[in-house]
């Protein structure tokens, strides 16, 4: 079996500041941390770590080493796409020398965990909050596919490939690719698990007839409010994140950011 997990906009900004002038981000990612080496000892060793963008909030340098300082202690490999906050530069800065990135270009990569391929696409437009697969992602991605022929395999990507149904998230989703995306997964005759970010929230629909996950944010949330004038914002609500695991399918558990006491006997 192969498992991971993955995380999601984690949204870290340089030690001292906060998030929209409130929101401490490094205390969640911490809490998160703990969690992560408690589930060590529930679940057994974990393969790696997936970071489905928004690592950083304010895309500085110091907020990636402020990201690294939290996660590296646990000693699993971590492997990261950007999401619409983070800038492509820093972000190669800090994460070069792991292996899996390219040296120029966008920010797409594959890297083989076991018996999966991971697929890693950049859908960042730097200085936009919506996001796109363009020519090169997408055609990145066939190249990957037709040289996996069925091997079962997980893409990653940051913005949504789907209507979430929260408009404020949904007017900055994946503005370009979609039909593309959809239409290269259709072809796909393997098991392919889709994995993504940026709605704060935790939802499981299908593209192509194959399952697609949002992880929730480890450091907020946004309310399912599907009016067309719901408020703007966040909630102060740490998300958790998600473990999932390959052994003859998928299987994804959500693991909340704080254990709870027990268990007590019945
Ligand atoms: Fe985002």
Request: glycine share 10%; charged share 25%.
């Given at each position: 079996m192969i498992q991971f997990l993955q995380i999601s906009d984690t949204h870290i900004v340089k030690t001292g500041s906060l998030v929209s002038g409130r929101l401490d981000t490094a205390s969640p990612l911490k809490r998160v941390a703990l969690r992560i080496a408690e589930l060590q000892f529930e679940v057994g060793q974990l393969d790696g770590i997936v970071v489905t963008g928004d690592i950083s909030d304010d895309g500085?340098?110091?907020?990636?080493?402020?990201?690294?300082?939290?996660?590296?202690?646990?000693?699993v490999p971590i492997f990261c796409i950007p999401g619409n906050h983070d800038a492509r530069k820093p972000f190669r800065?800090?994460?070069?020398?792991?292996?899996?990135?390219?040296?120029?270009?966008?920010?797409?990569?594959?890297?083989?965990?076991?018996?999966?391929?991971?697929?890693?696409?950049?859908?960042?437009?730097?200085?936009?909050?919506?996001?796109?697969?363009?020519?090169?992602?997408?055609?990145?991605?066939?190249?990957?596919?037709?040289?996996?022929?069925?091997?079962p395999a997980v893409i990653l990507m940051h913005h949504q490939p789907f209507k979430s149904g929260i408009t404020f998230m949904d007017s900055i989703g994946l503005q370009k690719g979609t039909s593309k995306l959809s239409a290269i997964l259709g072809e796909y005759q393997g098991e392919l698990l889709i994995l993504c970010g940026h709605i704060h929230r935790n939802i499981l629909t299908s593209l192509a007839g194959h399952s697609v996950i949002s992880a929730p944010s480890v450091c907020s949330s946004f309310l399912f409010n599907t009016h067309h004038d719901a408020p703007i914002g966040f909630l102060k609500q740490e998300g958790g994140f998600l473990l999932h695991q390959w052994a003859d399918g998928f299987k994804s558990i959500r693991i909340d950011p704080v254990r709870g006491d027990g268990p007590f006997p019945f």
């Open positions: 500085t340098a110091d907020s990636y080493a402020l990201f690294k300082s939290i996660l590296q202690p646990l000693n800065n800090a994460f070069e020398g792991t292996g899996y990135l390219p040296e120029k270009g966008k920010l797409n990569w594959q890297h083989k965990l076991g018996d999966l391929q991971l697929i890693g696409l950049d859908t960042l437009i730097e200085g936009q909050s919506g996001g796109e697969l363009d020519k090169e992602t997408l055609r990145f991605l066939k190249a990957c596919l037709s040289d996996l022929k069925q091997t």
